[in-house]
């Protein structure tokens, strides 16, 4: 009996760090996932130690979003996340991922499980723009960036929205400047999980803004 109850907590325990992410989490369930925040970021941009913020700082500012920081093989990762409201049982609104070395498409699997439903889903559009797809990527001169658009309801009650992955993408340390240029083997350093509004994601498919490519995650 001791050896059963032993074997399913070591499967508990595999199990706890591979959950789904996406935006149907809360601030309970991304602490979970990727421990406390350390830092708020309020409207003003001031920068709020978890400590301080906790004992007085939420009295005087609204927060704009929570930082974090963790490790995946050996690589450090910021994670920013924003939320529909203060509270823990608030929905993420996005996320945006730093990593200190740039990591390959094909490897984002290992490092990323929790996200392999977005990402490997059967209504998960890949696809390049010559334009920042979303609003939160922070690099702004990459001629060519990639997406993935899954086309599901991403949290309760936002039926009128998509997911979109954005991917600041570089072939070794320069820019991608050529669609054509994406493939498993192009690096990742940054990247961003926002809703999109469902009328706007269609309407730059319609307009090629968005063209379709291979999904070079599965």
């Not at 086309?151 to 009128?160: A, L, M, Q, V």
Request: contains cysteine.
């Amino acid at each position: 009996m001791k050896k059963i109850i032993i074997l399913c907590m070591l499967m508990m325990m595999a199990n706890a760090g591979v959950s789904q992410a996406a935006l149907n989490d809360t601030r309970e369930t991304i602490a979970r996932e990727y421990g406390e925040y350390r830092i708020v970021i309020d409207r003003d941009d001031q920068r709020w130690a978890k400590a301080e913020w906790e004992s007085k700082g939420w009295r005087y500012a609204k927060a704009a979003s929570y930082w974090h920081m963790f490790w995946r093989q050996g690589n450090a990762v910021q994670m920013t996340v924003a939320y529909d409201a203060d509270k823990p049982g608030s929905f993420v609104r996005a996320q945006r991922y730093i990593m200190e070395t740039p990591i390959k498409i094909k490897d984002f699997r290992t490092y990323f499980p929790e996200l392999e439903p977005l990402i490997a889903s059967p209504k998960a559009l890949s696809f390049t723009s010559e334009k920042k797809p979303g609003r939160h990527l922070t690099e702004a001169k990459s001629p060519v960036t990639m997406g993935v658009l899954v086309k599901e309801t991403p949290s309760p009650g936002k039926h009128g929205w998509y997911t979109l992955l954005s991917f600041a993408v570089y072939y070794e340390g320069r820019y991608v400047t050529k669609p054509a240029m994406i493939d498993g083997d192009i690096s990742i350093k940054e990247f961003t999980i926002e809703r999109v509004a469902r009328s706007d994601a269609e309407a730059k498919e319609e307009k090629g803004e968005w063209n379709e490519i291979p999904n070079y995650f599965k």
